[in-house]
């Protein structure tokens, strides 16, 4: 019995502790004295003495026994638990007295069973470490030939590594280490040989049934006609090659089996090979259609013999169809090795020749419809240019002879149509200076003819949309066509709105042209944003509508003084939605409501003039330019002759100025730009240009006193004047935004 610790304090404690007093009473005995003593037999008392000792001896031998049992139960109970209870690594590195210590059960640790039984489970645990780690590094690799060669690859593996766990390992009971690794090794190779078998046989299985389909593949492929030798030696070989590939598993031989009849059956679409195959002889004196039911390809067979026909058909009709005439086609049908291919193509002839003739009646019939269309293109070339000539020249019959249109359906007559006319106004706008007047007329003459305005239109939508959409931090230079957009809004504000219905692109473009690229790319995302734009519009409704009610704007008679306007009237119109365009550019910027407005105010009274009520574009007034006419000028002369034919109006209805209404539309149906005065009398318009025009007659006086500002008498001026209060604080306004804005710049509008 193990000397502990333990043992000896229990020991001690009971030979110190005091025992029963009725115990000890109980064990003196009276001796019998007298008569009654006897000697006794000496030898009969070391027989019982001897008697006693083995008596005693078995007694602890018993005790020995009962306690190595106790304590290899308790081993066997507890330490599994508490081994199992660690990490991998502290039960490999752990000393065993340690992790026995870790259990708080006393006397554990001295337990011979319970070290040793620590060691035995480390061994099988680095055993089933290197079986694992083995699992791995053979999935990496081919799959060895032999099972030998697997077995002693394993045990190459097992001895390169053991010694690796084992170094770090403080082993208490070496054969119990031995006992638990090497035990675990026997059954961990029977293991390794298990999966080699396993995965052997599935790669045999798998080259077995590769072979098969491989043969069969190779020798059915696009195959459709078969001699008898070629099918009966196809069936034999197809038999030998089942018979030496037999599979143990019934299952896999039947996938193998119906892999082969469906390529067959696909491949060939011969039902007769099929049924040759049922009766061949594998796997000894069997028949293969003893394993598999060879009639239920029949279908498969028959379908696939079809798709070939058809598509055999479709190749040659293909074939057939190339020729391009009788000799091309004969050459293709008897070029056909194959008789039942020659045969096919033959049906075709008749219908290929109907064919050829077809399409040679098309490409004539095509020939002469192109020469008769390039000849209407050019007669329509001349005539749309002959045309645009006409119309900005203020003529009403063209070179050719043919009366100026009125609307686009009247230009298809002539073989124009409206890709034509964009192209033209395209090229007709690149090759005009906005800055001369006359070309400025004859593009007003032109865009807002009524058979042109829609083609016009389309032109600087397209040229403003590709121009902004090109704009960005990197590119900020404009494209040509851009900056035709530009030049002419700082030309003719009025104009380029009136042709770009957008408010979106109107406002990009005014944007670049009025405060530059780097302004409009801050704004951009606003002004493409719909949601974004409504809420501006919603921020700015009510600001924008006093802002328009409240303004005054340059009077035509001075170019000084300022007077208010009816905003409410039609001819106004174009006047709010540019305003409305400006205060959402401003606010878009950042500028509060307020300052938005003053800008939008101070923009708009650099572009306008008014004239009894109406706004009038100064670009409108520039037309009078006759070649160095100043701004001022071109004011005067365009106001003397307006103001003379209001004045006239006056004088033959007999009404006051003030009950006139003088409106100014761009674009009138006879595609002229008019001014009207209307009152309960009538109403009277006037043309800006043409033999009646303001601006002719206008250029005319001017070029009569060479240049001369006309200086209209107090008597004739007509125009109305607001309270001087609202004219100075306008004044004002506009000479403290002009420094704050723009610089002192100023643009022609």
């Known amino acids: 019995m193990a000397n502990t610790n333990t043992s000896n304090a229990v020991g001690t404690a009971r030979q110190f502790t005091p025992q029963p007093q009725s115990t000890y009473q109980r064990q003196l005995i009276t001796p019998r004295l007298g008569n009654t003593i006897r000697s006794r037999d000496v030898q009969s008392a070391g027989a019982q003495l001897a008697e006693s000792l083995g008596v005693l001896q078995n007694a602890v031998e018993k005790y020995r026994q009962d306690y190595d049992t106790r304590q290899k139960d308790i081993a066997d109970k507890v330490v599994p638990i508490l081994y199992g209870k660690e990490d991998h690594d502290t039960r490999l590195t752990v000393d065993s007295v340690a992790l026995l210590n870790k259990a708080g059960i006393g006397g554990l640790q001295d337990n011979p069973y319970a070290l040793a039984l620590i060691d035995q489970l480390r061994g099988q645990e680095v055993s089933s470490e290197i079986h694992k780690r083995y699992d791995a590094y053979a999935s990496q690799e081919r799959l060895k030939g032999t099972l030998e060669d697997e077995i002693k690859s394993y045990d190459d593996f097992y001895n390169e590594h053991v010694q690796d766990y084992l170094s770090n390992l403080n082993v208490n009971n070496k054969y119990a280490m031995d006992n638990g690794l090497y035990e675990s090794r026997v059954v961990n190779t029977g293991k390794v040989a298990s999966k080699f078998i396993t995965e052997k046989e599935e790669e045999m299985s798998i080259n077995r049934s590769e072979a098969i389909s491989s043969f069969v593949s190779e020798n059915t492929r696009n195959r459709w006609k078969w001699s008898e030798d070629e099918e009966n030696s196809f069936v034999s070989q197809v038999g030998n090659l089942l018979t030496t590939t037999q599979e143990r598993d019934p299952t896999k031989n039947y996938q193998i089996l119906d892999n082969m009849m469906k390529t067959i059956a696909t491949n060939t679409g011969n039902y007769n090979i099929l049924s040759k195959l049922k009766e061949a002889v594998v796997y000894g004196n069997q028949r293969l259609g003893d394993f598999i039911d060879i009639d239920k390809y029949k279908d ?32 293709i049908v008897d070029g056909f090795d194959d008789d039942e291919d020659r045969q096919i193509a033959s049906g075709f002839v008749s219908g290929q020749l109907s064919s050829i003739e077809a399409e040679d009646r098309q490409r004539r019939a095509i020939e002469l419809a192109s020469a008769k269309a390039m000849a209407k293109a050019a007669v329509g070339n001349i005539n749309l240019k002959a045309q645009l000539s006409a119309i900005m020249n203020g003529q009403t019959t063209d070179a050719m002879g043919n009366g100026v249109v009125t609307t686009a359906s009247q230009l298809k007559s002539l073989g124009i149509d409206e890709n034509d006319m964009i192209l033209a106004i395209d090229s007709t706008i690149e090759s005009l200076n906005f800055d001369d007047p006359n070309a400025m007329s004859q593009l007003m003459r032109l865009s807002y003819h009524p058979a042109y305005k829609g083609a016009f239109s389309k032109v600087l939508q397209y040229d403003a949309t590709a121009g902004l959409n090109s704009l960005t931090i990197d590119n900020q230079e404009l494209t040509p066509s851009l900056k035709r957009c530009v030049d002419l809004y700082l030309r003719s504000p009025s ?75 039609p001819n106004s119109l174009a006047f709010n939605d540019t305003y409305k365009n400006y205060a959402r550019i401003y606010r878009a910027e950042g500028f509060s409501v307020d300052e938005a407005i003053r800008q939008t105010n101070y923009r708009l009274s650099s572009e306008y003039y008014a004239f009894n009520g109406c706004p009038i574009p100064k670009s409108v007034a520039r037309l009078c330019d006759i070649g160095g006419t100043d701004e001022d000028t071109c004011r005067s002369a365009f106001y003397w002759v307006l103001g003379s034919k209001l004045k006239n109006y006056c004088e033959s209805a007999g009404v006051d100025s003030s009950v006139v209404t003088v409106s100014y539309r761009s674009n009138n149906a006879n595609g002229q730009s008019i001014v009207s005065f209307s009152s309960s009398a009538g109403i009277v318009s006037y043309p800006l240009m043409g033999d009646n025009g303001i601006i002719t007659e206008a250029r005319a006086n001017l070029e009569q006193s060479g240049n001369q500002t006309y200086e209209i008498p107090a008597s004739e001026k007509l125009a109305k004047e607001e309270d001087n209060t609202a004219r100075d604080n306008a004044i004002q306004t506009k000479e403290d935004e002009r420094s704050y804005v723009y610089g002192g710049n100023h643009f022609w509008m």
């Not at 600001?543 to 000084?560: E, F, H, I, N, T």
């Open 300 to 331: 498969l067979a028959n379908e696939s013999n079809k798709a070939h026909w058809m598509q055999r058909t479709r190749d040659i009709y293909d074939k057939v169809s190339t020729a391009k005439d009788k000799r091309s086609l004969y050459e």
């Open 495 to 569: 104009l380029f709105n009136d042709m770009v219905s957008d408010s979106s692109l109107q406002a990009g473009v005014m944007c670049v042209a009025t405060q530059g690229v780097p302004t409009y790319l801050q704004v951009k995302d606003v002004l493409g944003d719909k949601s974004k734009l409504e809420q501006i519009d919603k921020d700015m409704k009510d600001a924008v509508q006093d802002g328009v009610s409240g303004m005054s704007l340059p009077s035509l008679a001075d170019g000084s003084s300022y007077e208010g306007f009816s905003y409410t009237e």
